[in-house]
């Protein structure tokens, strides 16, 4: 079945750690997305991927890096400049950009916690 | 830059009662509609879309309509059930979409039996 994986489910980073989360579609879409999801504060925009070897800076994206070296991954680090990393993490896709960009597929999501 | 503003919750309901969430929108030009649900620990499902104005979406029972005058795309069911407790999110996309869809901060409905 095409989807799109995210792993792993539960993580937990200690102080001044980088941690990487990962994401991987078979779904054989362009464009790749990253959201935090804080309670009462909607989903937001940490980096996006049009194609690959190619990504863009969300809203929210310091503390944050990507790369997308492959169509199929889109991995996302969470380094020690970012201060508040617990939160639930997002990963989505869609089959182009522009006016095709109509649907996202999301995986299952990524909870982050400082241990 | 582009907004959605949908109505605070929790949202409580009692089995079968008829559901309203608000959800009102600030774009430029004309964006395409959407709500997504959430259930508990997972990724978000798109539920209904509507792509321009006067447009109607449904699924599952749910249903919404594409308001251009009012700038709003409330979601509607008849009779809700226990199994509709979920987030809910209103979302757009507008002019050439390429950083995805700008949310709005989600509701939470709670369906009792």
């Known amino acids: 079945d095409g989807g799109i994986t995210q792993s792993p489910k539960y993580l937990f980073r200690k102080e001044g750690q980088n941690v990487t989360l990962s994401c991987e579609q078979n779904?054989?879409?362009?464009?790749m997305y990253w959201y935090r999801q804080d309670p009462g504060q909607g989903l937001r925009l940490i980096y996006y991927?049009?194609?690959?070897?190619?990504?863009q800076k969300g809203d929210i994206a310091e503390g944050y890096s990507v790369s997308r070296e492959k169509k199929e991954s889109f991995p996302l680090t969470v380094t020690s400049a970012q201060k508040n990393p617990t939160a639930f993490y997002l990963c989505?896709?869609?089959?182009?950009?522009?006016?095709?960009?109509?649907?996202?597929?999301f995986g299952s999501g990524t909870q982050l916690s400082v241990l | 830059g582009d907004s959605v503003t949908q109505m605070e919750g929790p949202v409580t309901l009692s089995e079968e009662a008829f559901l309203t969430i608000n959800c009102t929108y600030t774009?430029?030009?004309?964006?395409?509609l959407f709500w997504y649900v959430q259930y508990p620990g997972e990724g978000l499902q798109l539920l209904l879309k509507?792509?321009?104005?006067?447009d109607k979406g449904s699924n599952k029972g749910f249903e919404a309509t594409y308001r251009k005058e009012t700038t709003s795309f409330h979601l509607e069911k008849g009779s809700v059930q226990v199994s509709d407790s979920a987030v809910y999110f209103c979302?757009?996309?507008?002019?050439?979409?390429?950083?995805?869809?700008?949310f709005g901060k989600g509701t939470h409905l709670i369906i009792q039996p």
């Open positions: 979302a757009l996309v507008s002019g050439g979409g390429a950083d995805g869809l700008t």
């Open positions: 509507a792509t321009k104005a006067d």
């Open positions: 779904l054989n879409h362009d464009a």
């Open positions: 991927s049009q194609i690959v070897n190619d990504f």
């Open positions: 989505a896709s869609s089959r182009g950009t522009g006016a095709t960009n109509e649907k996202l597929f």
């Open positions: 774009a430029t030009g004309y964006p395409s």
